[in-house]
């Protein structure tokens, strides 16, 4: 593996300056900049919100329709010094069937310059790191989705690239071979790899690392610590939404109440805006007992990640018109619920609210 | 690029394309051979060389040259970027530091290898078993059968570097593109009357294979001298295969859709 400790074009790391990626009219990632050093990366996001495409270009698979991605110093579109440093593991469960997992996996190696003998020791040698050794004279074709998945992994590091791009490797992996490819991430992230790993499985990325980025509709909504974005979770304003054969009755009950900051209606149902969920759930019942009301159901759309980006992305749209950074589109934290300083969104802000995510500042 | 040519060549043995080629080729083969010795019935030895002769010249003209010869190119190379961008397996390739001339070069050189072998091979068997029963005009006719093969493997050649092209260039639509485009340009124009059918070079192949002109007005078709004859096939192949590694080179071929 390339020593990472420098600069310049033997550093060991991802940078993107003002990196936007369109598909015809539609644009799948919009000015992102960052700079990501040695060690595992979390990148989270809803489907369809760009982790891909950034792979992609990170990959050089893509090429950037505005800014620049440089892969350790590199551009990497068509460009083998770059690619022979980058190891992709792609999201789809594509595999050349025909083949043998030896065959497949030491392929890519002399693909990657080794030669043939090489190329079959390193090979077998990754293929038993993620528990293929016994399956890998048979062809892919009949291997199950978790030993595909596997045998992707087996190629993206048969090279030992220093920039390792993972697109949701754990999908349909059982518990033993997600610990056992969780190992296998962590112990080439030590050995000084940047590991970008993509999922949109908050725990997924959980076990593996502390530092993630939050991307939602082709934009970076914020980069920090992963005990900041649970605290954005937490802090963000959660939907209660109660169905009953009175809504309007329960409105104008509940509408006093300290903790709901909005009251809005549904079809059949009247929707509370609260910063504290569990209180408001003790409210409503204790208000139903009190006037003998019926209810039918208490539910919580919003309690997950998805909300959370969308609680982002609605802010950075939010923000977008102010003509602080208008036109850019980044998260701020103008609301009187700010994320706290650490947890950062792109972009200036007011209440000490600053961006890590500039180039060179959340790297190590 | 010989890493790309032996992955392409392996998945193809593998696969059913080979094998529906070779099924294909056996049954040309066998058509022909049924032909010519269901025609000779208590005929002499001359007249048998001669039913003989006949029905191989019409066997290649017809199953090689008007059949196998657009079947093979088309099975092994028309889809041979394209299938790999629709199973999303081309980011593999596209992900290796071996640039994207090598991974065209290699798929095109696996193709045309393996359609150039049936073809070859084929020809051979038709000959040995078409004159089985001739051993001394076996030999003799043997140059002819080599110089046809010649001129089918030339053809084969370039029709593998069209398919491969238009596979690059319209990943979606490779396999109707370089159809229609064989099927008007190469087929259909080579029964052209007079210099209108130039454009084809099956038509061209055949001249160089020493075939009469049939088709439309067929006294009104050119001669075109073997040496010419390869020279255009050659060119138009090479010019048509770094066009086909140019597409590839510089195409996206939507790794990541929106």
């Known amino acids: ?14 940078r993107a300056v003002r990196l936007s990626k369109w598909y015809g009219r539609i644009a799948a990632l919009q000015d992102v900049s960052l700079h990501l050093g040695p060690g595992v990366w979390g990148l989270l996001g809803p489907n369809g919100s760009g982790k891909t495409t950034f792979l992609q270009l990170a990959a050089g698979q893509l090429r950037p329709a505005l800014g620049e991605i440089l892969v350790c ?11 022979r440093r980058i190891g ?60 595909r998945q596997r045998a992707k992994l087996a190629q993206c590091v048969v090279h030992d690239p220093d920039v390792i791009l993972l697109d949701e490797p754990l999908t349909g992996t059982d518990p033993a071979s997600r610990h056992r490819i969780l190992e296998e991430v962590k112990r080439r992230a030590e050995a000084g790899a940047v590991v970008l790993f993509s999922t949109h ?94 209810i039918e159901s208490i539910t919580s759309p919003d309690a997950n990640l998805e909300a959370l980006f969308h609680y982002l ?52 | ?26 049954l040309v083969v066998f058509a022909v051979v049924a032909a010519r010795y269901a025609s000779e019935r208590d005929v002499g030895a001359d007249r048998s060389i001669e039913l003989a002769s006949e029905a191989i010249a019409e066997g290649f003209s017809w199953g090689f040259f008007k059949l196998l010869a657009f079947l093979l190119p088309f099975l092994f190379t028309s889809a041979a970027i394209s299938e ?5 397996t081309f980011s593999y390739l ?41 051993p001394s005009a076996m030999f003799e006719a043997f140059p002819e059968t080599l110089r046809t093969l010649g001129a089918l493997s030339l053809l084969t050649v370039f029709y593998c570097a069209i398919c491969m092209l238009w596979g690059a260039l319209t990943p979606d639509a490779s396999g109707v593109i370089a159809g229609m485009y064989l099927g008007i340009l190469e087929f259909c124009c080579s029964f052209l009357p007079g210099y209108f059918r130039c454009v084809s070079m099956n038509y061209v192949a055949r001249q160089i294979a020493g075939y009469e002109p049939k088709g439309l007005l067929p006294e009104t078709a050119p001669e075109i001298a073997p040496v010419i004859g390869v020279s255009v096939i050659l060119g138009l192949t090479l010019f048509v295969v770094f066009f086909a590694c140019l597409a590839v080179r510089g195409s996206e071929y939507r790794f990541a859709k929106a």
Do not use: W
Not at chain 1, 73 to 83: D, Q, S, V, Y
Not at chain 2, 84 to 88: K, T, Y
């Open chain 1, 73 to 83: 110093g590199e551009r990497p579109f068509g460009n083998p010094k770059a690619l």
């Open chain 2, 94 to 134: 596209a992900a290796r530091p071996i640039g994207r001339f090598a991974i065209a070069l290699g798929k095109f050189g696996a193709g045309a290898v393996l359609a150039v072998g049936l073809i070859v091979s084929s020809g051979l068997v038709l000959h040995i078993v078409g004159y089985a029963t001739e």
């Open chain 2, 84 to 88: 790999e961008v629709e199973n999303r």
């Open chain 2, 1 to 26: 690029m010989s890493v790309v040519f032996r992955m392409q060549l392996r998945r193809l043995i593998r696969g059913r394309k080979l094998r529906l080629g070779a099924v294909s080729c056996a």
């Open chain 1, 201 to 294: 499985v908050l725990p997924e990325i959980e076990a593996l690392t502390d530092r993630v980025l939050l991307i939602a509709r082709g934009q970076l909504v914020a980069q920090g610590h992963m005990h900041e974005i649970r605290g954005l979770l937490e802090e963000h304003p959660h939907h209660v939404r109660v169905y009953c054969p009175e809504p309007r009755k329960l409105a104008a009950l509940v509408l006093d109440v300290e903790g709901i900051v909005a009251v809005s209606f549904a079809a059949g149902a009247v929707e509370l805006m609260t910063y504290d969920p569990e209180a408001t759930y003790q409210i409503v019942a204790e208000k139903v007992v009190e006037h003998g009301l019926e």
């Open chain 1, 88 to 147: 992709l593991c792609p999201e789809a469960d594509a595999l050349y069937d025909e083949l043998t997992g030896l065959e497949f996996v030491s392929l890519m190696a002399e693909l990657s310059g080794f030669s043939k003998k090489e190329a079959v020791e390193r090979a077998a040698s990754s293929l038993d790191a993620f528990g293929l050794v016994d399956a890998k004279d048979r062809r892919i074709g009949g291997y199950s989705r978790g030993m």
């Open chain 1, 313 to 364: 992305v609605e802010r950075s749209t939010a923000g977008a018109g102010t003509g602080m950074d208008a036109g850019v589109g980044r998260a701020r934290g103008g609301s009187a619920h700010a994320p706290p300083a650490a947890a950062v969104a792109q972009g200036a802000a007011p209440g000490g609210y600053q961006p890590q995510a500039t180039p060179g500042g959340s790297s190590s």
């Open chain 1, 1 to 14: 593996m390339t020593d990472s400790t420098g600069t310049g074009e033997h550093e060991v790391s991802i």
